[in-house]
């Protein structure tokens, strides 16, 4: 690779994940195609993330286009500057997976090294068979796919890399970028012993069921540790019915939440906040370490997360 390549980073293609990228990226980068630096790269920003929640009110039936996919696609893409937002076409997963436009790449500068952000469909597994040096993704997959389970829990971001072994993946996180909803402990009041703390602690003296998604089984168990869920049963909401109100049914659930106002509809109090789900920015070592300008350019985007930031 020369000083003049681009160093390329995997990033989501839609949704609040992309949304926390851009605003990082806004913070820190410039554009070399205008004069203005880094308002032009927050401007450009606004209109990446203005442009995909049209495109996904449209894909939902909320409002209605005035021209074609393909017309939009042409109109929002210039190809004549490198440094210009591009997307793509993509098969939605809603009923009649209709198509898309989501985010395919940005080119900008950061602390003086050219960097393209790459939208992948999962740039943290594209960082784990080594197609990236650096990207973002969510914290959870992370959980999912590479923390350890021990017989204790994992309680922030700076103990994940602790727990990940380094002869199962070269991906650590760096930082994460604090667009956080918490995975929260909620249950019915009543079994509670009185002067309880809905906690860790909690958990570990219950027995019974405990309420979750079912992608989340081996998450919640490396948060939770294997030794505190001993005795504990998992059960899963229906599809066809909201995770509050089955969490309600089962007495006990983990959940997502930022404010808690629907597991209050269901008569459930808030407990502890067990991780948090952000987005977070990770580091393929082996890779980022034969890029030129890769730990400039790690750091420059983990500047503006110390409270997040993490020892790899």
Same mark, same amino acid.
């Given at each position: 690779?020369t ?14 994940p992309?949304? $926390?990228?851009?605003?990082r ?9 205008? $004069?203005g630096?880094?308002?032009?790269? &927050?401007?450009?920003?606004d209109?990446?993330?203005s442009?995909l929640?049209?495109e ?14 393909y ?8 190809l004549?500057?490198d ?18 436009i ?5 080119t900008v500068?950061i602390?003086?090294?050219?960097v393209?952000?790459v ?9 784990r068979?080594?197609e ?6 969510s914290a959870?997959?992370?959980?999912? &796919?590479?923390?350890e389970?021990e017989?204790?829990? !994992?309680?922030?971001l ?9 002869k ?10 604090g ?9 019915r ?5 009185p002067?309880a703390?809905l906690?860790?602690?909690f958990?570990?003296?219950y ?14 168990e490396?948060?939770? =540790? ?6 504990v049963?998992?059960?899963y ?7 509050e ?11 997502l939440t ?7 509809e269901?008569?459930?109090?808030? =407990? ?12 393929? !070592?082996? &890779?980022s370490?034969?890029l ?7 750091d420059?985007?983990a500047?503006a997360a ?7």
């Open positions: 690779m000083e003049t390549e681009a160093i390329r980073v995997a990033v989501p293609r839609k949704g609040r992309l949304e $926390a990228v851009l605003e990226v806004a913070d820190v980068a410039a554009l070399r195609s205008t $004069a630096g880094a308002d032009d790269a &927050e401007d450009v920003a209109e990446i993330i442009t929640r049209h996904k009110a449209i894909t939902k039936g909320h409002t209605q286009p005035e021209a074609d996919i017309h939009r696609l042409a109109t929002y893409s210039d004549d500057d440094y210009a937002p591009e997307y793509t076409l993509l098969r939605d997963d809603r009923q009649g997976m209709p198509r898309r989501v985010f395919d790449s940005l500068d602390d003086g090294v050219p393209q952000f939208g992948r469909e999962e740039p943290f597994r594209a960082l068979t080594h990236f040096g650096l990207g973002f993704d959870d997959l992370v959980l999912e &796919e590479v923390v389970l017989s204790e829990g !994992v309680e922030s700076a103990d994940v890399n602790a727990r990940i072994d380094p199962n993946t070269d991906v650590r996180v760096v930082s994460g970028l667009d956080t909803v918490y995975h929260t402990l909620m249950a009041p009543e079994i509670l012993p002067g703390d906690d860790r602690e958990v570990a003296d027995e019974g069921e405990l309420c979750i998604s079912p992608r989340y089984e081996r998450l919640v490396a948060v939770l =540790g294997l030794r505190p869920l001993e005795g049963s998992f059960t909401p229906d599809d066809d019915r909201e995770e109100a089955a969490v309600a049914d089962a007495g006990l659930g983990v959940y930022m404010t808690g106002s629907t597991a209050r269901h008569g459930l109090i808030l =407990g502890e906040h067990l991780f948090p789900s952000e987005t977070v920015l990770m580091e393929n !070592v082996a &890779e370490a034969e030129p300008g890769a730990e400039r350019v790690r420059a985007l500047a110390h409270e997040t930031e993490i020892a790899v």
